[in-house]
Nanobody, 126 residues
């Protein structure tokens, strides 16, 4: 079992930066692929970034070059550094854990990924 708790969201002006953190409980954190999704009001859940156990990373085209996902297995934590934020980045951001990056990236519903955090709000003002 893995429990995920996100933090670091908030209000920021366009062009600014935020760093989200996702703290995971459970001894098998290092064996899990981790990812970030977001959901804006009235929109579908959107894949943002994922990282496998050896820190190979994957990004949605919409955030490539602006966001960086990383993990610290010693701290059971995954991070999402968000730079050059835009108003369209406004959403609730969710941390996810799964067996593989592919399971996370290609999931078509919430139920296809086994573990989720409660979400953290990111609001970018223009």
């Amino acid at each position: 079992q893995v429990r995920l708790v996100e933090s670091g969201g908030g209000l920021v002006q366009a062009g600014g930066s935020l760093r989200l953190s996702c703290a995971a409980s459970g001894r098998t954190f290092s064996n899990h692929a981790m990812g970030w999704f977001r959901q804006a009001p009235g929109k579908e859940r959107e894949f943002v970034a994922a990282i496998n156990w050896s820190s190979v990373t994957y990004y949605a085209d919409s955030v490539k070059g602006r966001f960086t996902i990383s993990r610290d297995n010693a701290k059971n934590t995954v991070y999402l550094q968000m730079n050059s934020l835009k108003s369209e980045d406004t959403a609730i951001y969710y941390c996810a854990a799964g067996r593989t990056v592919q399971q996370i990236m290609y999931s078509r519903s919430w139920h296809e990924v086994p573990y989720w955090g409660q979400g953290t709000q990111v609001t970018v003002s223009s």
